[in-house]
């Protein structure tokens, strides 16, 4: 996404995984809740920069600007983060200091708000102007996403976005990653789903002996 991708396919993402990895439901569900809050901005913008920091000759940071008439999408990666052989998982070292600098399109440049943004909202992060973009000096956890918007209009309506999506996830009165028993319905629907489609694909067809 921070490299311009227009569009997302959970390719992995089958009923059997959900049920043997429950621990991600909730995960997923955020990063997607994440992504439609700045679906308009990823749909209408282009990659415009990028950058690689390496520590010790081994990647360390991305930072990626996504640019669109409305806004621009700004990213910094962690990439300090190894492979657990115990749990099969990679795992990050922790939240991290991070000041860095973003070049803007002109149009963007001067921005009037800048915020960054998760599934839980929008927040304050210290940044000032620079003559090609801004400088932002911040705690990363992972992944940071930070909106440049040339209004201040902008903060308030990614806020509402966001607690638009939580009361739409909220309405559906099913939370498996949470609730045991929701958990339960999605094993028992997944369990019969998946015993017709065997029993159909053993039934001869008729006429075929």
Known sequence: MANGVKSLYWYSLQSWSLLKYRDCIDITTRIGREIRALDDLYTTGDATWHR???KDGKPNLDLNVVAA???ALLFAMDLDYY????????KFRGPRAVEAEFPLPAWLRKPADLFRIDADGVHDVQWSATDSGVKITDEVDRVAVYV???DSTARAERAKRIEDLKASEASLGFDPAANDADFMVLCRDWDLTN???WT???TPKPGRG
Do not use: H
């Open 200 to 202: 159909s694909s053993i």
């Open 148 to 150: 440049a918007a040339p």
């Open 195 to 197: 015993r017709k489609i």
């Open 83 to 90: 492979p657990d052989l115990d749990t099969r998982v990679f």
């Open 52 to 54: 690689r920091i390496d």
């Open 69 to 71: 008439p409305k806004a």
